[in-house]
Every structure is written in structure tokens, then in C-alpha cells.
T-cell receptor
Framework: AQSVTQLGSHVSVSEGALVLLRCNYSSSVPPYLFWYVQYPNQGLQLLLKYTTGATLVKGINGFEAEFKKSETSFHLTKPSAHMSDAAEYFCAVSDPDFGNEKLTFGTGTRLTIIP | DAGITQSPRYKITETGRQVTLMCHQTWSHSYMFWYRQDLGHGLRLIYYSAAADITDKGEVPDGYVVSRSKTENFPLTLESATRSQTSVYFC?????????????FGPGTRLTVL
């Protein structure tokens, strides 16, 4: 079964600084990869996704992520953090063992922006 | 366009009571999912459904029952609630397509079992 590891349950960055949230997955078969964002008391919203093609994926709100098959990673970045980026971020990966029907989520990273 | 809705948004119940959480989507998505979100665990899949009358267990199905008689509805029932089922529950849906499987999430139901 697929597993997803998000390094760092809490990340703090200064406003204007680089945001880097890490995600690694276990499958040797390239899955479909997603980053979701959750604002307080809300459901999850899709930030970006990788399916096929270009390995650098751009999403909403200036975020991007790069799929690196050799490292089984899909790290999320943003060049300059804004206060509005404060939220919880989840990496999710499809499970090829189940025909990609299901997603496996990481445990989440809470991003705090320091003014 | 209502999308995907959940009701109630907040629920307090007592141990041993039966509770049903409702999920409704207006997109005619084939797939629907139920997750629970707990600190330190992220989202864990409880049950999912590929179509009406087709359901399957996820990672943590014990203590939960689902049904799907209509495409748009996917209720989750806790037959005899326990304190360990205190959690935030999210419903999600997606289209049946080949390839990627982006899921759309409801706003969640916060359940407290006393």
C-alpha cells in the first residue's frame, strides 16, 4: 500500500521568505500527486496536481511543486510567503494498487507566517 | 451550484447513540468518499463508493456503516458511537475518469462523542 511522508508537522517562515514543504511517497510506480490546502474550519482545496507530462507543476496562489521520480518526492514551494498562506497543507498520492481509485494523504504540515 | 454539502456541520452526541452524517453532491460524480481527520493522522479513508449501490472499505471502517442508494447521497452512520470516533469528518467526490482522480471536498462535520 502507498504511504506518504510529510517532513515537519509545523513550518514557520517569515513573510516574503521562501516556503518549502516536503513530501515523499513510497510507491515505485509513479502515481498521481496532489497538494491540498486547508484553511481553518474549512474543507480541503486543491492547490495543484501532477498527472503526466511536465514535472514542474504550477498551482494557485503562486505555489508550485516538482515531481522527482528518482527521489520519490513532490515538494511544494512558493518563492515569497504571504500572510494569507497560513494554513495546513496536505500531500496526497494515488494508490496504483487500487487502480488509482483512492488517495493516501500525508499527516499534514501547518504553515505559520511570521510578520 | 451547491457542489458538495455536509450536514450537520456540528454534532454532539453520547456514547452508544446512533449518528448519521449526511453528504450530498450536485455534480453527479460517480465516486464518493468519507474521511476522518485527527491530529497527527491527517486524513484517513473510512469508506468509499464507486457508484450507487457499490461501496468498499477504506483504512478505518470499523464502527461505521455506509449506503449509497442514490448517486448524489452518501450517508455515514455510526451505529453505536464511541469516544474514539470524536473527529472531523469530510466527504469528498470525484468524476469517474481514466487518469487523475482529483477529489472535491465538503466543508466537514465536527462530531463530538461524550
Amino acid at each position: 500500500a502507498q504511504s506518504v511522508t510529510q517532513l515537519g508537522s509545523h513550518v514557520s517562515v517569515s513573510e516574503g521568505a521562501l516556503v518549502l514543504l516536503r513530501c515523499n511517497y513510497s510507491s515505485s510506480v509513479p502515481p498521481y500527486l496532489f497538494w491540498y490546502v486547508q484553511y481553518p474550519n474549512q474543507g480541503l482545496q486543491l492547490l495543484l496536481k501532477y498527472t503526466t507530462g511536465a514535472t514542474l507543476v504550477k498551482g494557485i496562489n503562486g505555489f508550485e511543486a516538482e515531481f522527482k521520480k528518482s527521489e520519490t518526492s513532490f515538494h511544494l514551494t512558493k518563492p515569497s510567503a504571504h500572510m494569507s498562506d497560513a494554513a495546513e497543507y496536505f500531500c496526497a498520492v494515488s494508490d496504483p494498487d487500487f487502480g488509482n481509485e483512492k488517495l493516501t494523504f500525508g499527516t499534514g504540515t501547518r504553515l505559520t507566517i511570521i510578520p | 451550484d451547491a457542489g458538495i454539502t455536509q450536514s450537520p456541520r456540528y454534532k454532539i452526541t453520547e456514547t452508544g447513540r446512533q449518528v448519521t452524517l449526511m453528504c450530498h453532491q450536485t455534480w453527479s460524480h460517480s465516486y464518493m468518499f468519507w474521511y476522518r481527520q485527527d491530529l497527527g493522522h491527517g486524513l484517513r479513508l473510512i469508506y468509499y463508493s464507486a457508484a450507487a449501490d457499490i461501496t468498499d472499505k477504506g483504512e478505518v471502517p470499523d464502527g461505521y456503516v455506509v449506503s449509497r442508494s442514490k448517486t448524489e447521497n452518501f450517508p455515514l452512520t455510526l451505529e453505536s458511537a464511541t469516544r474514539s470516533q470524536t473527529s472531523v469528518y469530510f466527504c469528498a467526490s470525484r468524476l469517474r475518469t481514466t487518469g487523475y482522480n482529483e477529489q472535491f471536498f465538503g466543508p466537514g462535520t465536527r462530531l463530538t462523542v461524550l
